[in-house]
């Protein structure tokens, strides 16, 4: 009987061992400390999948309006700085400096291709604009 209980805890650690492993594989370190999270991906197709995230023990309050807002500044281009860093990093971290140069002008491309006929100024480029008459 001794060698089959032995067993069975030498199998259970093998079990919980692979699944330390395997939760350690799926972590995303570069999220760690960032529980509210809005996740885009996308196949080689261009489908298209969005994960949304929060702590299942933050307050139904904060949830909603953290959540909300990362739609809203997303969603509106307010995060452009953060994501221009994240792009360019991306590309010095895994040595493609110029591939996340052309991403970043393509993406330049396409918004200005957005506002198209409907070319606007920035108050803010308005305002340097007169400090300079």
Known sequence: MMNSKSLANELQEVITKHTEQESAANKDVALEGFPFQVIFAV?????VKVTVR???DAPPAQAVRTIASILHH???G???SPMIEATKKFGVENQQVEVSGQVLQQWAGANHKEVGSRLCV???QVFHAQKGL
């Open 122 to 124: 920035s108050p803010r």
């Open 43 to 47: 196949d080689y197709k261009n489908n």
């Open 74 to 76: 997303s969603s509106s």
């Open 78 to 80: 307010h995060w452009k």
């Open 54 to 56: 929060w702590p299942p």
